[in-house]
Structures are given as structure tokens and as C-alpha cells.
């Protein structure tokens, strides 16, 4: 059974920074894409970032050069967001595909991950 647990969601000051990390188990989640998104109150979620099976990655243009995805190892995900803004306050989400999606993985398409964690809260205060 797939489960994906987030952690390190919390309150900071803009300019400040959080480290969130996904715990996968019950596959072997560095040999599919996985994803981070993001919904804020009232608004659509939306991708932030992702990490492709052989390492790739793709960063959405809102927090480029701020987010950095990677795999701490085989079965755990982690987003370092650096130099916050209040508008990066948002629900964060990972997300995991058990599907081959090649360059597809950079579309941050929704559809092309069933596999969802319950979500951290990151708030970022002006």
C-alpha cells in the first residue's frame, strides 16, 4: 500500500526558510516521478515542483531560484524553500507517480499522480 507522509510545514517570517520532507512507503519512490504542490486558501493547487526518476528536476517559475526538490534517498522527498514570500503560504502536498512518465514528469499534470499525502501548512507572515 502507497502512503505518503509530509512533515516540516510550520509558520516563518518572509525571508525565511523551511525544509518540508515526504516519507514514501510501500514502493520504491526514487524509481517514479514524484511531485511537490500547492493550494492557498481560495485558490486552485497548483505544481511547485518535480523530480523525474533519473534525477531531473523542474521548479514552477513562481519559485525559481528559491525551491529546490530532491530525494534525500530512495523513499524520501524533501523541498528546501528558501527566501519565503506571504504568498507562497499555502497547503503543500506530495505526490507520487507508479508510472513511467519520462519527460511528462515536468508537466506537473495532476492526472499523472494518483498517489497523494495529507498535506503540511506552510504560512509565510510579512
Known amino acids: 500500500q502507497v502512503q505518503l507522509q509530509e512533515s516540516g510545514g510550520g509558520s516563518v517570517q518572509s ?16 524509481r517514479y516521478c ?9 485558490s486552485e493547487r497548483e505544481g511547485v515542483a518535480t523530480i ?3 534525477g ?7 519559485v525559481k531560484g528559491r525551491f529546490t526538490i530532491s530525494r534525500d534517498n ?4 524533501s523541498l528546501q524553500m528558501n527566501s519565503l514570500k506571504p504568498e507562497d ?14 519527460s511528462r514528469c515536468r508537466n506537473m499534470n495532476e492526472g499523472d499522480f494518483p498517489y ?11
Open 15 to 30: 525571508g525565511g526558510s523551511l525544509r518540508l520532507s515526504c516519507a514514501a512507503s510501500g514502493y520504491t519512490a526514487s
Open 34 to 42: 514524484m511531485g511537490w504542490f500547492r493550494q492557498g486558501l481560495g
Open 52 to 54: 523525474a526518476s533519473d
Open 56 to 62: 531531473r528536476t523542474h521548479v514552477a517559475d513562481s
Open 74 to 77: 530512495a523513499n524520501t522527498l
Open 89 to 102: 503560504t499555502a497547503m503543500y502536498y506530495c505526490a507520487a507517480s507508479l508510472s513511467y512518465l519520462g
Open 116 to 126: 497523494w499525502g495529507q498535506g503540511t501548512q506552510v504560512t509565510v507572515s510579512s
